[in-house]
């Protein structure tokens, strides 16, 4: 079957929108026709290490469709079903190492076989593993649950499921772009204060007060860890890096409050979930004198279950997915909806339509 698809030809080109051709599912796979995509940052840093990835390769992890084909082995999916295209497995898979590895889909370009980073969500019509597909309500919005995939999952999931935070739990969050905004909500939903927000863009941080933020902190202008511990009295509770770039990454520990001697008297707990720099400094007494704990969240949900109650809440206005999608562009206008994302100029998250 003939498709189309923004490919990753190489580093420093732009992508190339193209037919590409899908071949029948295999036993464990669906094709998924989408209706959008959504424009995460990881893409962003991806191409811009380009020499890391097969060429060619089709990138994007969050989009929502109808599935069209179903592979033999397929239990819980059919023709027709409405569902999220997500890069986190819905059976909760346990394994170490990071992302999983596996085979390339069958997709190809020109010929040569297509590469991609667990899923791939930039094209038409989707080859996905089925446990990569997660089925929702028809009356479920897919431009709305098309972010659900990765923005609201890895935001959100930080902080109920890693963090756990609870009422009364002061919590910052560092950037204030897609994923950024799902964990300052998610703080709100669960009754945390304050919610800080810091970022160096006002425009950021005063969306960022319709999700939840009751405070905000520009650290283009000011010491962002000073002005958390004013606002604050003795660090926060939690602290959440969403952009993974180096300053915000150390950030966010001396940002928690210090705990000290004694079996219960641990510090403030900071939350990596940007997709990381190579290299960071610590100071190593944060962790010994302070009793601090630095943790990691790689899509920390439970796709079946909370994307349900994701796109419920959006339905009862808790969660507004609809403020959060901000921006829409069509397949053929990917590469400036890239260019805008990278040079800052979009609030919330911006999708694709296919």
């Not at 003939?2 to 590409?20: M, T, Y």
């Not at 990071?98 to 667990?118: C, F, H, M």
């Not at 180096?246 to 979930?273: C, H, W, Y």
């Amino acid at each position: 079957m003939k498709s189309r698809a923004a490919v990753f030809v190489g580093k420093d080109q732009p992508l190339a929108v193209d037919e590409i051709e899908v071949p029948d599912p295999r036993a464990d796979q669906v094709i998924v026709r989408l209706s959008f995509t959504g424009l995460c940052h990881s893409q962003l840093h991806q191409m811009a290490a380009g020499e890391r990835l097969e060429t060619p390769s089709i990138l994007g992890h969050e989009a929502a469709g109808h599935v069209t084909h179903v592979g033999s082995g397929v239990k819980d999916l059919k023709e027709g079903d409405q569902v999220i295209v997500t890069w986190v497995s819905k059976y909760n898979d346990v394994f170490s190492g990071g992302l999983p590895a596996q085979d390339p889909p069958g997709t190809t370009y020109k010929g040569k076989p297509i590469s991609e980073v667990v899923v791939h969500a930039w094209a038409q019509d989707v080859l996905a593993l089925e446990k990569y597909v997660v089925k929702i309500n028809d009356d479920d919005r897919p431009d709305l649950a098309a972010i659900v995939g990765c923005a609201v999952l890895t935001g959100a999931g930080a902080v109920k499921n890693t963090a756990k935070v609870r009422p009364g739990n002061s919590v910052v969050v560092i950037g204030a772009g897609g994923v950024g905004l799902s964990a300052i909500q998610m703080a709100s939903i669960l009754h945390a204060y304050p919610v800080i927000a810091v970022d160096l863009d006002d425009g950021k941080l005063e969306f960022a007060r319709q999700f939840g933020a009751t405070h905000t902190i520009n650290s283009a202008n000011t010491d962002a860890v000073e002005a958390i511990h004013q606002l604050t009295g003795v660090g926060a509770d939690f602290a959440f890096d969403t952009i993974g770039v180096r300053a915000a990454t150390e950030q966010i520990l001396p940002a928690v409050r210090a705990g000290g001697m004694g079996a219960d008297n641990r510090g403030g707990t900071a939350v990596l979930v940007g997709m990381p720099d190579p290299e960071i400094t610590i100071d190593p007494n944060l962790f010994m004198l302070g009793q601090r704990s630095f943790l990691g969240s790689l899509g920390a949900t439970y796709p079946i279950e909370d994307f349900e109650m994701f796109l419920r809440w959006q339905k009862e206005g808790k969660f507004p997915l609809d403020k959060l999608v901000t921006k829409r562009f069509k397949l053929e206008e990917i590469n400036e909806a890239c260019d805008e994302l990278r040079a800052g100029k979009i609030l919330g998250r911006a999708v694709i339509e296919l």
